[in-house]
């Protein structure tokens, strides 16, 4: 493969392992031809990579060639330790490789430093760079060219050689490959820029995005600026407005000033002339008074004579109604006596009566005793003739006493039953309740998945609505299937399995799956996993030794064991992963773990709180051993057994079958019972009917004696009517007589009682007529009276009335003059009084003007002489403001006219590199049968900041173009579309190299082998860079190149030391083997 003109390269690696020193060699092979010259490398190439004591290495030293270096070996010889020492020899972060955080985690174990020192092509002389890392301190020591440095040189050395392995376009480590899909295309755009493009094409980009970061600031501070002008010009319009509005109140102040000093003057007139009429109006109402006073002297006099005559006759009339009261109180109690013996002698008719009414009563209770008598005698001679009823009783007894031992069996059976029933039922509650139990921990075992998983969730709801479009058997992702015996155990299956199997859906058949991720994948856009069980189980698989053979190592169990799982989950989990020969120990494994990892069959093993990856060399069958810390379980730790809840499920079924026997027996029970009852019922009506039949003829003598009894004391009880009669008569007369004497007296009271009635009503006539005279001439007089009492009124207020108005006026003169500021003894001004004639000379006017002015002069609000100062500092303001703005929109114009132009450097080539990028990429697909292109992606072509690099690609025919993510691609697919994507960046080539490593890992043979063809065509070219592609295995019968490089990196203890290794007689074995 290496032309005859190129040199070797020898390099030697050492590393030291827990039983021997071991040894590797890295050399590039060539057809037989071995010496050569040096091919031609790009400024910043890669020339020589030094390690000493860095992660699996002693000490090495590569010699990469100048076009595509294939770096192979098996995992673990330490491949990707070349790839640490390129990124962290050229100052790069650890975060980028993805391994440990701090620098001093790359220094071999067991050393205290470690260095790296790596050679770049530089025309005129080349750089050589040298890290020294020191294990204590995480530091590390900087030289450039031999000399001492700091960090930023290096990183300036390398930036001027357009290095950067912070772009994963230019360097890709193994654990960063899935990074690569899930970059944002505004994220491709710019590692793709500083990959390829011009070095100026990035600036560019970032110059225009600062442009229109200034251009949106510069639009913000102009529409700030406008907005504040026009609202500032608005204001000033509206001051304009005010300044007249100041001058128009102040005319209106004037006025009011002038009403208000005349007010009082007409007020003073106004009450002036008022006083005079007061004064009038006075003298007129005593002279009216005085006549009216001598007017009403005669008709005073007569009325008291008539006063005079009325004493003496009202006196006398009060004596007669005394008199007339004291004869009717004297007649009511004679009529009072006399109602009483009224009322005395209804009574002893009364009596009489109900002493009648009891007699006619007695007599015919006398006669219905006499017919109740003979009736009982003629039925006690029916019952004579009756049959004896004792036998039947005895005989109904008997049976009774039957029926009431059958009922207590009944009874006494339906209280089992019940029981029996209650305690079913209480079981019956408890296994529901444990099946509840299980149902809520299944409930919660969903919740978590839809919590870390939202995606996968939704589509478990669609696939339980969905389950009829499947043929074969389908399983809810495993962490809701899968379950652990002992929730103790849950750990080690957890970390066993990876979460994104652990959310996968497992199927029966791959078109199944097939289905399911075009329903839930491509039209759902849903990112979920999938999986097809083996078509041959392997879950029956047997461990390949038997647990008790390593029971003396403490292990207990295989991990299968610790948990149940549908058939296909379980052969899937065995083939994949192994769990059958899996085994699990406790304390005493961990004791012995130095002597358990030697055991030839072990491959992964747990203890209790560890797991032990033990792998072995295929060259020394050396081992080497890694071991992690067993995490705490966040998924599996919640257990349903299955077989218990099956069984749940079974009893639950049997106590609801117990149960229905029980109703069925309890409902024949209560059956029986009421016929027994009812048929109870008839023997007792019978029973009875029988015992009133034989105890009724003794019960009918005895009524006959009671009877007879009875009629015999009525008969001598009998009442003498004749002689009631004869007493009541006697009585009657009795009072008839003191009612008599009672009518005499009540006679004479009564006529005495009418004369003195009429006494008074003589005496009541004249006294009306003396009234009525009395009255006649009070009304005359009273009518003069009040005449006299409302002119005597009149005057008095009208004199008060002048008084006030006196007062009045003075002070009214006096508020007057003062308001006009005038002396008491100074007429008024000529001035003022030729003011005043212009104004309303009435006091209503004057109000109505004056409130009217007022009420204009209100309306001018908010206005003060500041109005005029603001309006001409406004108005500077507002010119000011003017010109500031002339300026910045001046600054925006040429802030675009610079993004225009900017943009025209910037887009155009970038346009033009995305074509030839897509070229490239579309070709490499179409060799393969896809389909793929890129593009130049933005929603504004104005936001700079959102341009990005969009990749669709397309593996079947049946499907369309997707975008290439983190999630709708398969490992395998996302994996071909970087690596085609990297090649057609090679061809740009402006960066010095690029490092892949083990991208090829997730294809499958097919796209393996046409991915490596078109490496191999586009990496050897003349005009391409430097090339690194790193991977554990190579397909059979690839097409080499003579330009590439093939580096096989190899560790074991027989290895040779350097100063041994011949590169030439190592091909000449080769070569002899291949003959034979």
Not at 98 to 104: A, I, S, W, Y
Request: with cysteine; charged share 35%; proline share 2%.
């Amino acid at each position: 493969m290496g032309e005859s003109s190129k040199r070797p390269r020898l390099s030697q690696i050492s590393r030291n392992t827990q039983t021997s020193a071991s040894r590797a060699s890295v050399f590039r092979g060539g057809h037989s031809d071995i010496a050569g010259g040096v091919g031609t490398f790009v400024e910043g190439s890669i020339l020589r990579i030094t390690m000493r004591n860095f992660l699996t290495y002693d000490f090495s030293v590569v010699h990469p060639g100048s076009n595509l270096n294939m770096i192979v070996g098996a995992n673990g010889t330490g491949k990707s330790s070349i790839v640490c020492a390129i990124c962290l020899g050229l100052a790069g972060k650890t975060a980028i490789l993805g391994r440990g955080d701090k620098v001093g985690l790359y220094v071999k174990r067991g050393c205290k430093k470690g260095s790296i020192e790596i050679e770049l092509y530089k025309n005129g002389g080349n750089v050589i760079i040298n890290r020294e890392i020191h294990v204590e301190n995480n530091q590390s020591l900087w030289m450039l060219n031999g000399r001492h440095c700091s960090l930023k040189q290096v990183e300036e050395e390398v930036r001027t050689l357009q290095i950067q392995v912070s772009n994963l376009c230019q360097f890709l480590p193994q654990e960063k490959v899935g990074e690569f899909a899930k970059m944002s295309q505004i994220e491709l755009l710019e590692a793709t820029e500083k990959s390829v493009g011009p070095p100026e094409m990035y600036e560019y980009h970032c110059e225009l995005k600062n442009f229109r970061s200034k251009e949106r600031e510069l639009e913000n501070v102009l529409k700030e600026k406008t907005s504040f002008l026009e609202k500032a010009k608005q204001r000033n319009e509206r001051n304009k407005l005010d300044v007249n509005r100041y001058y128009e109140k102040k005319r209106h102040l004037d006025v009011i000033e002038l009403l208000e000093k005349k007010k009082p003057w007409v007020e003073y007139e106004t009450t002036r002339k008022e006083l005079e009429g007061v004064k009038k109006e006075r003298e007129e109402a005593k002279k009216q008074l005085l006549t009216l006073k001598q007017a009403q002297a005669p008709m005073l006099k007569k009325i008291q004579q008539i006063d005079e005559k009325l004493k003496p006759i009202e006196a006398e009339m009060k004596a007669k109604t005394a008199a007339i009261k004291e004869a009717s109180q004297k007649c009511k109690q004679k009529q009072d006596q006399l109602d009483r013996k009224h009322k005395e002698i209804d009574d002893i008719k009364q009596a009489l009566r109900m002493k009648q009414i009891e007699e006619e009563d007695h007599q015919k209770r006398i006669v219905n005793t006499r017919r109740t008598i003979e009736d009982l005698k003629v039925e006690l001679d029916k019952l004579g003739d009756q049959l004896d009823t004792t036998l039947l009783i005895s005989a109904i007894s008997v049976e009774l006493k039957e029926i009431q031992e059958r009922t207590a069996r009944i009874e006494a059976e339906k209280a089992d039953l019940r029981r029996e029933r209650d305690n079913v039922i209480a079981e019956s509650r408890s296994l529901q309740k444990k099946l509840n139990d299980m149902n809520n921990l299944m409930n919660m075992k969903e919740e978590k998945l839809r919590t870390r998983h939202r995606d996968t969730h939704t589509a478990l709801l669609w696939l339980r609505e969905n389950r009829q479009l499947f043929r074969g058997n389908i399983h809810e992702p495993m962490m809701l299937v899968i379950n652990v015996k002992d929730h103790q155990n849950a750990k080690y299956v957890e970390n066993h399995i990876s979460f994104h199997d652990l959310r996968a859906f497992v199927f029966q058949r791959k078109d199944d799956m097939e289905k399911f991720l075009v329903e839930v994948r491509d039209k759902m856009n849903l990112k979920v996993n999938a999986i097809s069980a083996p078509e041959v189980s392997c879950s029956g698989r047997p461990p390949s030794r038997n647990i008790e053979s390593m029971r003396r190592f403490g292990f207990f169990t295989y991990l299968r064991e610790m948990f149940n799982a549908p058939d296909e989950v379980m052969s899937y989990l065995c083939s994949q992963y192994k769990v059958h020969d899996v085994p699990v120990g406790n304390e005493q494994t961990k004791a012995l773990i130095n002597t358990v990892i030697q055991e030839p069959y072990l491959k992964v093993l747990y203890t209790t709180d560890e797991r032990y990856t033990v792998k072995r060399s295929i060259y020394s069958n050396k081992t080497s051993t890694s071991n992690s810390a067993v995490q705490k379980s966040q998924y599996l730790i919640i257990t349903v057994d299955a077989e218990e809840r099956r069984q749940l499920e079974q009893q639950l079924r049997a106590c609801e079958s117990k149960l229905q026997e029980i109703d069925e027996r309890m409902k024949t029970l209560q059956t029986e019972f009421a016929a027994l009852n009812r048929h109870e019922n008839e023997l007792l009506s019978e029973k009875k009917r029988l015992s009133e039949l034989k105890g009724k003829k003794k019960q009918l003598e005895q009524k006959i004696g009671t009877k007879q009894d009875s009629l015999r004391q009525m008969e001598q009880n009998v009442i003498d009517l004749k002689k009631v009669e004869e007493q009541t008569n006697a009585k009657i007369k009795a009072v008839s007589f003191q009612k008599v004497t009672i009518v005499s007296v009540l006679t004479a009271e009564i006529k005495t009682k009418a004369k003195l009635s009429m006494e008074k009503v003589y005496l009541a006539l004249e006294t009306v007529g003396l009234t009525a005279e009395k009255n006649k001439l009070e009304n005359d007089c009273r009518e003069g009276a009040s005449e006299l009492k409302t002119m005597d009124i009149k005057c008095s207020r009208l004199e008060q009335r002048k008084v006030q108005l006196t007062e009045k006026c003075k002070g009214l003169l006096k508020s007057a003059k003062s308001i006009c500021r005038m002396q008491m003894d100074e007429p008024l001004p000529e001035g003022l009084r030729n003011a005043f004639s212009k104004l309303p000379d009435t006091l209503d006017e004057v109000d109505s003007m004056l409130n009217e002015e007022r009420s204009r002069a209100e309306c001018f609000t908010g206005l003060s002489e500041n109005v005029v100062e603001e309006y001409s500092r406004r108005e500077q303001e507002i010119e000011h403001l003017e010109k500031e703005l002339e300026k910045k929109i001046a600054d925006l114009n040429a802030y675009r006219q610079n993004i225009s132009e900017a943009k025209e450097r910037w887009l155009i080539p970038l346009k033009q590199l995305i074509e030839q990028i897509n070229d490239k990429f579309s070709n490499f697909f179409r060799s393969m049968q896809c389909a793929g292109e890129v593009d130049l992606h933005t929603e504004n072509e104005e936001e700079y900041d959102k341009y990005g690099i969009r990749i669709r690609v397309k593996f079947h025919s049946s499907t369309q173009l997707h975008e290439l993510t983190a999630h709708h691609q398969s490992g395998g697919e996302r994996s071909v579309s970087t690596m085609l994507y990297l090649m057609a960046l090679q061809e740009l080539n402006r960066c010095p190299f690029r490092v892949v490593d083990e991208i090829n890992q997730g294809m499958d043979p097919i796209n393996e082998r046409r991915v490596f063809d078109i490496v191999v065509q586009t990496a050897c070219k003349e005009t391409t860079s430097q090339y690194f592609f790193i991977t554990p295995k190579l397909l059979q019968n690839l097409q080499y190149a003579e330009e590439m490089t093939v580096l096989c990196v190899h560790n074991g203890p027989h290895m040779l030391p350097p100063d041994k290794w011949d590169i030439k007689a190592f091909i000449r074995r080769l070569e002899r083997k291949a003959r034979a």
